[in-house]
């Protein structure tokens, strides 16, 4: 079964910084592209970022592009989204994606 859990959110000045993680099992890491999306109250999900396991490719959405790193730890089973420069229009719940897996969510709220 494959599980996903997210963990890191909090609450968080503007600039400041977060880490999120995301815990992954029940899959072959190799075949697949792990991905951070988020979903702001009102808003429609939006992606944030991926990285393919095999090869390391990172993919950005533009509105955190130079802002946040995805990374993945081989050793762990995670994928962690560094965020720094926070926006008070980052604030949503982050979600963490794997084909059609999706974690429980973790809340990140930035404060102006």
């Known amino acids: 079964e494959v599980q996903l859990v997210e963990s890191g959110g909090g609450l968080v000045q503007a600039e400041g910084s977060l880490r999120l993680s995301c815990a992954a099992s029940g899959f072959t890491f190799d075949d697949y592209a792990i991905g951070w999306f988020r979903q702001a109250p009102g808003k429609e999900c939006e992606f944030v970022a991926s990285i393919k396991w095999r090869d390391n490719i990172k993919v950005y959405g533009d509105s955190v592009k130079g802002r946040f790193t995805i990374s993945r730890d081989a050793a762990k089973n995670t994928v962690d989204l560094q965020m720094n420069s926070l926006k008070p229009e980052d604030t949503a719940d982050y979600y963490c994606?794997?084909?059609?897996?999706w974690g429980q969510g973790t809340r990140v709220v930035v404060s102006s």
């Open positions: 994606n794997v084909h059609s897996v």
